[in-house]
C-alpha cells in the first residue's frame, strides 16, 4: 500500500514524505497467501497393498489398481527406533496407521497384498489387514529367490 501512495506521488510530481509503517515486533509482515485448492477427496474402493518386510524395517504402502501411491508408512514413521523397528509389533503399528488413514480417506474397502521380503512383519502386517476390516481379495509373496548369486570375488594369492 504505501509503495502504491508513493508511486501516486511521484506521478502527479508532488514531494511527498515517506510513510513509515509501524508493526510490532510479534507481528509479521501481512501477506496474502494464494488460495489453494483443497484436493477432490478420491474414493477408490478396491486397491492394493504392499508390504516390504525386512530384518530391520516394515514398510506398508497402499496403492489405487493401476499402482499409484494413496497412503504410506513404516515402522519408523511410526515412533520406532533401531532394533525396535523390525519386530511384529512395530509392523502391525505400522499398518494399522496406513490402513486406517488410507480407509478414512479414500474409503479403502477391498485389497490384493503383495508381500515382499522376509522380515517378522509379514504375517503381522496381514493379520492387521484382516482386523481392520478389509477383505484381502488375494495374497502374494514377490519376495525374490537366491539363484547362485553374484560371480565370486578372485581368490586370495599368498
Known sequence: MAEEKVKEDKATDQPSEPEVESQSSSEGPKTSKPKVKKRARRAVSAGQVHVLATFNNTIITV???KGNV???????????RGSKKGTAYAAQVAA????????????????????HGIGLGREAAIRTLINQKIQVESIK???GIAHGGVRPRKAKRN
Open 63 to 65: 496403492t489405487d489398481d
Open 70 to 80: 494413496l497412503v504410506s508408512a513404516s515402522a519408523g514413521s511410526s515412533g520406532f
Open 96 to 115: 494399522e496407521k496406513a490402513i486406517g488413514a488410507a480407509k478414512q480417506d479414500f474409503g479403502l474397502e477391498k485389497a490384493d497384498v503383495s508381500v
Open 141 to 143: 509373496d514377490i519376495t
